[in-house]
């Protein structure tokens, strides 16, 4: 609804360029949030902490390291996976899961760029 509210104030300025880039804002801020969300649990945080440390990783290492039943493991890297920082290759009867390189970067740099802005006023 946010969005969607910022985007309709711009048309009624009928300056294309203007509403092209607040478009690109809107879709930079709902990758943010959709990577911090699936950032926003210890756990998840600690099996990317995990992942990071290794080449790639089957499910039984995940779940062994972990003190969490498996569903609630699973359910972890569900969510991850979602995000798009990590994916899974099938290799019956295991799953290998690895860091999605080239999403992980891109999270890295929405991060950056988010806490990088320059506080103008303080309350």
């Not at 290492?61 to 359910?75: G, L, R, W």
């Not at 798009?84 to 009867?93: A, R």
Request: hydrophobic share 40%; proline share 2%; glycine share 4%.
């Amino acid at each position: 609804m946010f969005g969607r509210n910022i985007v309709r104030n711009f048309a009624n300025i009928n300056n294309y360029g203007m509403i092209k880039e607040t478009e690109k804002t809107i879709e930079r801020q709902k990758q943010l949030a959709l990577f911090a969300k699936a950032l926003g649990h210890p756990t998840r945080v600690a099996i990317m902490e995990f992942l990071l440390a290794q080449e790639s990783c089957y499910f039984g290492d995940i779940h062994e390291v972990f003190p969490n039943a498996k569903a609630t493991i699973s359910q972890h890297l569900k969510e991850l996976k979602n995000a798009g920082l990590i994916h899974c290759e099938i290799e019956t009867p295991k799953v290998k899961y690895c860091i999605d390189q080239k999403q992980w970067e891109k999270a890295r740099q929405l991060f950056n760029d988010f806490f990088a802005t320059e506080i103008i006023k303080t309350c």
